[in-house]
């Protein structure tokens, strides 16, 4: 029963990864695969709260659209207060299930800037 309940966990996890960064980044032209994109944001070492700062210092109109989608910005903070562990089964299940996660959240017209929007939060987060 605990397996179950991790594997959901997981899931709902992994799903609000990609449709926070999605709705994050916006929708635009297919270009860079979402779930690569998210990438730093699975494996960052910092809270919620130095990753929401850091978003609105290096991409505030990034920062803008978060803010005005609590649910989006709910599954962030979900997805960066899980365990290390978490988020790095997280990013397997991602890989391992790709076609089904986009499916399920519309991701084929993810933003071609996410990829680096998202590696330069995360790459500067732990200094806020």
Do not use: W
Not at 104 to 123: I, L
């Amino acid at each position: 029963m605990k397996m179950r309940k991790t594997r959901y966990t997981i899931a709902a996890l992994a799903i609000g990864a990609v449709s926070a960064g999605t709705a994050l980044l916006g929708a635009g032209t297919a270009a860079a695969n979402p779930i690569d994109d998210m990438v730093g944001l699975l494996v960052t070492k910092c809270s919620f709260s130095q990753f929401d700062t850091a978003l609105h210092d290096v991409a505030p109109e990034a920062a803008a659209k978060l803010d005005a989608s609590p649910i989006h910005k709910t599954a962030l903070q979900m997805t960066l207060s899980a365990p290390a562990d978490q988020r790095a089964a997280i990013f397997g299940m991602l890989t391992n299930h790709r076609a089904q996660i986009e499916a399920m959240t519309d991701t084929s017209a993810a933003n071609a800037e996410s990829g680096a929007v998202m590696s330069k939060v995360a790459a500067s987060c732990h200094r806020y």
